[in-house]
């Protein structure tokens, strides 16, 4: 039994080592790995600087509308 828990721990500290390697450089991969270049052209469409004003318009052209609480004092 004795034999067998040391067997166990080894294996264990081995395959924890080997997980914490690998995770090492996989890091080390992504950073020095070159970042991609954007390449959308839905990005790098220039913006329009004429606002549509009609929607402004339709909400100015709305009535607001406020409802207010009763007196809690009228209520009896």
Do not use: G
């Not at 081995?14 to 790995?33: H, M, N």
């Not at 052209?41 to 339709?58: A, S």
Request: proline letters at 5%; aromatic letters at 6%; hydrophobic letters at 40%.
């Amino acid at each position: 039994m004795k034999r067998a828990s040391r067997y166990l721990l080894f294996i264990s500290i081995i395959t924890f080592i080997a997980v914490i390697v690998v995770i090492i450089q996989d890091s080390y991969q992504k950073l020095i790995q070159t970042q991609e270049k954007i390449t959308s052209d839905i990005i790098l469409k220039p913006i329009n600087p004429q606002l549509d004003t009609t929607v402004l318009d339709e909400l100015q052209k709305r009535t607001e509308y406020s409802v207010t609480s009763p007196n809690p004092t009228s209520i009896q």
